[in-house]
Structure formats: C-alpha cells, structure tokens
C-alpha cells in the first residue's frame, strides 16, 4: 500500500487538498445542480451550510483545478448530433502536445486526449473526438483537422459510436 492509499483509508485530506466538506459539496454536487431558481441555496440548506461558503469552496475548488467547470450537458443525441467520431491520428510525439492544443480548441472537438501508441498495431498518439449529424458532417470535419495538421499528419482514422453504454462524468464513492 502507498502512503497515498493509506492516508486516504485512515480518513486524511486526499493529496489533492479534499477535506470532508469539499468532498460533501463534490458528493452532492456530481450528478447535477439542483434545477431552481438559487441551486447553491438549496444545496447549501441540504448540507447544513452557510451558502457563501458553498460558493467560496466551490471557487477555491476550481482554482485549484479540482472542479474544471460549472456548466450545463446537453444530450447531443437529442439535439440531433448522432455520428460521433473518435479520430485518431499519428502525429510526431515531440509535437503532440501543441498539436493536441490547437486540435482540441476547435469548436467541433469535445474531447482531445494523449495517448500512447501500441506499435505495430496502433501508430495513433493524439484522440480526437468530433459530433456531427451526419457522417459526412464529422469527415468534414476530421479533413479540417488533417488540413490543420498538415506535414504533421503521418495518418488518421475514424472511429464511429454504435451504442452508448455508459454516459456520466467521474462520479465519487460515498464513505
């Protein structure tokens, strides 16, 4: 066991700086905010807090890159978004970091990972998620990005969603 796995089970801070009322708020805040008019209100009165200081851990959360975003998801499959390409691509690893940041703020990317390469087989190091309503949407899309990447591009495929199986953010387990 690491020190880290112990500190965790003996009720310690996690490294990340988590104390039990940032993990109260992350605990009833991470399958949505409540749907009213004041969520931080309702929450706050839910865990027996002070509503400024919801929002004041909240903050500090986020400044310290534990909550990336407060924001709402939209169900893109009923939105009409229904061809969801996972495009993978060969790019120079010692490129691919900025290669990855430019990719990754496009509008139509969602998700932009590094990732590694399992050669012979799978050359691809960069993923790249892309929605469209139609295939033909997401390849247009895919060609702006190879167009993007130009020299750089050594390949890329385009792999399609069939079925969604799963569909949540991190969810963390209740002590």
């Known amino acids: 066991m690491t020190r880290n796995q112990d500190a965790c089970r003996k009720g310690s801070p996690a490294p990340s700086g988590l104390d039990p009322v940032d993990r109260q708020i992350i605990l009833a805040t991470q399958a949505g905010l409540p749907l009213t008019e004041q969520p931080y209100d309702v929450l706050a009165a839910e865990l027996g807090l002070d509503v400024d200081k919801v929002i004041a851990r909240i903050r500090a959360m986020q400044e310290r890159g534990v909550i990336r975003r407060i924001a709402a998801v939209p169900n893109h499959y009923a939105l009409g978004y229904r061809a ?34 399992h050669l012979p087989l799978w050359p691809y190091n960069l993923f790249a998620m892309v929605h469209g309503k139609t295939r033909a949407e997401v390849m247009a899309e895919v060609e702006e990005i190879a167009a993007l990447l130009g020299g750089h591009c050594r390949g890329y495929e385009v792999l399609y969603s069939t079925r969604i199986l799963k569909k949540t953010g991190l969810r963390i387990k209740v002590d």
């Open 84 to 117: 969801n390409g996972m495009s993978v691509w060969n790019v120079p690893d010692e490129q691919v970091r900025a290669i990855g940041r430019q990719v990754g703020a496009l509008d139509y990317v969602s998700h932009c990972y590094l990732r590694p390469r």
